[in-house]
């Protein structure tokens, strides 16, 4: 009787669950989701969208000089070599309103994301270290929300002084709060779930699990928010330069636009009109461009 040796059964191996994440990036959900589904959303992409190519290509095919003034002060709408008229100084109101979007868009671009990166890292800390770090991060943050935000900027870029770097910086500050507020909502959720508990576990860096397990989860709304913040900034911006804090002249802003053409509101309404109209289109469509892409982006939804 010969002896048979039965092999073992082979053991089972155990691997920790992964994000629900993996695989299926921001990009990839992107793909498999239809943006811009309502027409407000479509008329918002497509302002958005213009405007940006506006600041970024516009005063490459505007000949005029925006700075240059002539005799022909505040011709109308319609004019001959001026589309939309001159100003009070006789200068092109088309190549100011082109050359005007530069400024006041890089400023809005530039303070969200300063905004985006402080929010978001702080909140990435509080909500998974948790305790004692938590606390203290957060009473700073609400510290910080409980003041209002437009007179914090205007404390920040007052005490900064006027001009561009101060107005980003200002701006970018004012609006970390509420970012790093969403940030850690959205972090403490998801520290809960297995994939960070096993990871956790596993012995995984901290900063790898901030950076590859709980940022890729917490991505989609929070660039939802980060685009609704744009209008904001964009607002604070505007506003600044009305006041005469922001982007400073002979540099044509949108914002500025509109002080200086207040005094001929009668006489030539286009002067504030237009600048005004043109910033109210980017606040607007900014925020339904928001909204499309947390609805885009939002990876618990249905497939």
């Not at 509109?258 to 289109?281: H, N, S």
Request: aromatic letters at 6%; a positive charge; charged letters at 15%.
């Amino acid at each position: 009787m010969s002896d048979t040796t039965t092999a073992p059964p082979p053991v089972a191996t155990v691997r920790p669950p992964s994000s629900p994440f993996t695989g299926r990036t921001v990009l990839a959900v992107w793909r498999r989701r239809r943006l811009a589904r309502s027409w407000p959303a479509v008329l918002s992409w497509l302002v958005l969208i213009v405007l940006v190519l506006v600041a970024v290509v516009g005063p490459l095919l505007v000949q005029a000089d925006p700075l240059r003034q002539t005799s022909s002060a505040l011709l109308p709408m319609g004019s001959s070599g001026h589309l939309f008229g001159t100003d009070d100084l006789g200068r092109d109101e088309l190549a100011r309103l082109v050359h005007g979007a530069r400024p006041l868009l890089l400023v809005a671009f530039a303070a969200t994301a300063l905004a985006a990166v402080a929010g978001t890292g702080i909140g990435l800390v509080a909500g998974y270290a948790g305790g004692v770090v938590e606390q203290v991060l957060m009473r700073i943050v609400d510290l910080a929300l409980a003041f209002p935000s437009i007179l914090l900027v205007i404390l920040l870029v007052a005490a900064a002084g006027p001009g561009t770097v101060s107005l980003v910086f200002g701006i970018g500050v004012s609006l970390a709060p509420g970012l790093a507020r969403l940030a850690r909502a959205l972090t403490a959720r998801e520290a809960a779930h297995d994939y960070v508990v096993a990871a956790k576990l596993g012995g995984t860096r901290t900063s790898r699990i901030l950076a590859r397990e709980l940022l890729p989860n917490i991505a989609g709304p929070m660039l939802a928010q980060v685009v609704m913040t744009l209008s904001i900034a964009a607002g604070f911006a505007a506003g600044l330069s009305y006041l005469g804090l922001g982007i400073q002249p002979p540099q044509p802003d949108w914002g500025y636009m509109v002080q200086a053409g207040q005094e001929f509101l009668y006489t030539a309404p286009r002067l504030v009109v237009l600048p005004a109209t043109f910033t109210l289109l980017f606040v607007v469509a900014c925020n339904f461009v928001g909204d499309d892409l947390r609805d885009a982006l939002d990876v618990k939804g249905p497939a």
